[in-house]
């Protein structure tokens, strides 16, 4: 993946991303160099649901109304 990008050695991969992380940046990388889109492997929409389940009631948000 060094060859692609220029910051991905293998230490810097295994010490500060995801397993999810290095495989999307992999797909990236394969599409870039062969001219096709790339799948989209990660969700671009976020998820308010489990956000919400995670940290609803952490979060504290200002009334609705200013």
Same mark, same amino acid.
């Not at 810097?12 to 940046?25: A, D, G, K, P, V």
């Not at 995670?54 to 200013?66: A, Q, T």
């Given at each position: 993946?060094?060859?692609? !990008? +220029?910051? +991905?050695? @293998?230490? !810097?991969? #295994?010490?500060?991303?995801? #397993?999810?992380?290095?495989?999307?940046?992999?797909d990236q990388?394969?599409?870039? #160099?062969?001219?096709?889109? +790339?799948?989209?492997?990660?969700?671009?929409? @976020?998820?308010?649901?489990?956000?919400?389940? #995670? !940290?609803?009631?952490?979060i504290?948000? @200002? @009334?609705?109304?200013?």
């Amino acid at each position: 993946m060094g060859m692609i !990008y +220029a910051w +991905a050695s @293998p230490e !810097y991969l #295994l010490e500060h991303m995801t #397993l999810r992380q290095i495989f999307y940046f992999y797909d990236q990388g394969i599409s870039l #160099l062969s001219g096709k889109p +790339a799948r989209n492997s990660m969700p671009q929409t @976020p998820d308010l649901e489990g956000f919400n389940k #995670l !940290y609803g009631d952490v979060i504290k948000r @200002p @009334p609705k109304g200013g």
